[in-house]
């Protein structure tokens, strides 16, 4: 525990110091924060729960959307604003701007969190390929139906407001950059407080054996529900910052972009490792500096790369890297394996 | 929204004639999915992608001045090979594992395939122009192009004859085998692995031949192939594994929804209502399949 604590202390002062470590990095590092946010929400329920959701894209949309509009709509006419495709013509305030961030971030957690209770209540019976397939149909019907929704944008893709002019030039960056990071803290202690609880043991359950679990008095909807619930309150709020951040939102490029970050937070969970507090994380690292990687050298076939990567991770890395390092150093996990124990289960078989 | 198809009659005439012609193709291809799903009980997500590759080799034939209807016959015989690559590469470590390994490693070949085949052919629509004129129907109120007559046909023919296949020959009874109990197949001298491949293979061939088809009636481009993998998981999940009958049906009923779905929703909606539709399918399936839970009193 004491280690963990020097761990964290550490982590959080590089954390703070990264853009003046690294200025030219910013964006990449704020990018990076809200992928670990994907990553490690999606893995409350696709990892914990056992339910794999291609579907986590539509909180993520839904949050980005409602973020700009609110923060838009607050102080001037919405439809206009995207008529007018991001020309100054209306201007925010920097009180207003950060005013209506904050609010849009609020909005931008809530309703999806609401959206997913609802949702979840009529999908979250179906299992296995049934799951996944609705979710993967639920992202994409998203993007094409907000794709035709002229209020926000439709097909030409609605500008988020442009960050104010107060002084530096490198304020933008650091804003979005601390207010990622800051997401991110708040997710990690809010996901690490959720692990430690029962709660976490009933998703355990819920993975491991429903039937059983059901038959063992718990009520696995109330939790399946919640658990979805969790994971798009802070899916939501993640897409509301990267709103921000890249400034347009277009409805099948950035919003709902089922083919890129939709499974980007399911391939990220799953090379890091799922079902673990810390795979996430490292999976999201670790992909991220791949993927710029790929995308700068590869230009052009990234999608090719993409392609052969999840094939390749899928086949021959299902558990990640927490799973190999597990299986190399099991006794780093609490993992003790006592001989005494050890045969007297065989014997019990 | 537009209601003019209601009012006019002869509209929802031609709506429901074009639906059906377009909803044989779909069962078509519905049927190499239950096909696979039923042997391997695996989903493909790439199933889409393999109809608009062999929509680009019926396309090949076209722009090298052959008849873009042989494709129908050039289409399947390279597919099954491809889908015999795939497996051999992919499919084959996926089998017997997780069920959701299997969905996302399709889903990356799925990836894969799509940008593969914008750099080979490019990002535009394209078609195949059959050149087979039109049939005008009910006093000239309702157009039916003869391309789209003629690849119903087609998907019916290769319907019968993989039906009477499956029925009579050696491969086709192994093939049921396995699907009723891979280890009692096994057991008894079946080659497993050869029934998967085969199988594979089959459903790359019948997309190959669909792909061919719907680039002569309708086009095709590169990004296409989801809707096309979402409405064959929707027709076997309405029909059922092995009720050919059922996916017939359901693949007529939605090619008929797709079609009104058009009219009155506009066309800008019409990809998304059929992914909506599948979700309301699934809420249906969920909520009907709860209601015959029993509990204990």
């Known amino acids: ?349 | 929204m537009d209601f003019m198809v209601f009012q006019y009659p002869m509209i929802s005439v031609q709506a429901c004639l074009d639906g059906v012609l377009l909803g044989i193709l779909f069962a078509l291809i519905a049927y190499g999915m239950a096909l696979q799903w039923g042997v391997m009980n695996i989903i493909n997500i790439a199933q889409g992608d393999l109809v608009i590759l062999g929509g680009y080799i019926a396309y090949f034939m076209y722009l090298y001045g052959i008849h873009p209807a042989w494709g129908v016959i050039v289409a399947p015989i390279i597919m099954f090979f491809v889908g015999i690559a795939i497996y051999k590469l992919v499919i084959n470590k996926v089998v017997d594992r997780d069920l959701f390994i299997s969905i996302l490693a399709t889903f990356g070949i799925s990836i894969l395939f799509m940008q593969l085949m914008n750099f080979a052919f490019g990002a535009d629509v394209v078609l195949a122009n059959s050149d087979y004129g039109t049939t005008m129907l009910f006093n000239n109120n309702v157009v039916l192009p003869n391309s789209k007559i003629f690849s119903a046909f087609i998907s019916i023919l290769f319907a019968i004859c993989l039906v009477i296949y499956m029925k009579k020959s050696k491969l086709g009874r192994a093939i049921r085998a396995t699907a009723q109990n891979a280890r009692a197949a096994k057991i008894l001298g079946v080659d497993t692995e050869k029934v998967y491949a085969a199988t594979f293979g089959i459903n790359a061939a019948l997309c190959g031949v669909a792909g061919a088809l719907i680039s002569i009636t309708f086009t095709i481009h590169p990004y296409m192939g989801l809707p096309y993998t979402i409405r064959s998981f929707m027709i076997v999940i309405v029909a059922g594994l092995g009720n050919l009958p059922g996916v017939a049906m359901s693949g007529m009923g939605l090619g008929v929804f797709e079609e009104f779905a058009d009219y009155i929703l506009g066309t800008e909606f019409r990809i998304g209502s059929v992914f909506l539709l599948l979700v309301l399918i699934l809420v249906y399936r969920r909520f009907k399949l709860s209601k015959k839970r029993e509990y204990l009193k």
């Not at chain 1, 209506?100 to 909005?107: E, N, Q, T």
């Not at chain 1, 804003?175 to 202690?189: E, I």
């Not at chain 1, 979805?228 to 802070?234: D, L």
Request: glycine fraction near 14%; charged fraction near 15%.
């Open chain 1, 1 to 349: 525990m004491k280690d963990n604590l020097i761990l964290y202390i550490g982590i959080l002062i590089f954390g703070i110091a990264a853009p003046f470590i690294f200025p030219a990095f910013k964006v990449q590092l704020s990018i990076l924060c809200v992928l670990i946010v994907l990553a490690t929400t999606w893995n409350i329920q696709g990892g914990e729960m056992g339910y794999n959701s291609f579907g986590n894209i539509l909180f993520y949309g839904l949050g980005m959307y409602l973020c700009a509009s609110v923060q838009v709509g607050m102080f001037f006419p919405l439809a206009e604003w995207t008529e007018s495709g991001g020309e100054k013509t209306f201007v925010h305030t920097p009180a207003q701007f950060f005013q209506g961030m904050a609010v849009g971030l609020l909005v931008a957690a809530i309703v999806p969190t609401i959206v997913a209770g609802v949702i979840g209540y009529s999908i979250l019976g179906l299992r296995g390929h049934y799951f996944a397939i609705c979710t993967l149909g639920l992202g994409v019907a998203a993007g094409e139906i907000s794709g035709g929704i002229e209020i926000i944008g439709a097909g030409q893709g609605f500008t988020t407001p442009p960050f104010p002019d107060v002084g530096s030039l490198d304020s933008r960056g650091e804003f979005f950059y601390f207010l990622s990071f800051f997401t991110l803290v708040f997710t990690f202690v809010a996901v690490r407080s959720i692990y430690s609880t029962r709660f976490k043991l009933i998703l355990n359950a819920i993975r491991d054996n429903e039937d059983k679990a059901e038959a063992m008095g718990i009520e696995t909807m109330k939790y399946k529900i919640i658990g979805w619930m969790i994971s798009a309150f802070f899916c939501g709020l993640a897409g509301g910052i990267m709103g921000g951040l890249v400034g347009y939102i277009d409805s099948t490029d950035v919003a709902f972009d089922g083919r890129e970050m939709g499974v980007f937070m399911v391939l990220m969970a799953i090379l890091g490792g799922k079902g673990t507090l810390w795979g996430p994380i490292i999976g999201a690292t670790v992909f991220h500096i791949f993927k710029e990687g790929f995308w700068t050298f590869f230009l052009g076939w990234q999608y090719v790369a993409l392609g052969v990567l999840i094939v390749v991770i899928v086949i021959y890395f299902p558990e990640g890297i927490m799973g190999w390092l597990r299986e190399k150093y099991p006794e780093r996990f609490g993992e003790v394996i006592d001989e005494k124990d050890r045969k007297a289960q065989v014997e019990l078989k």
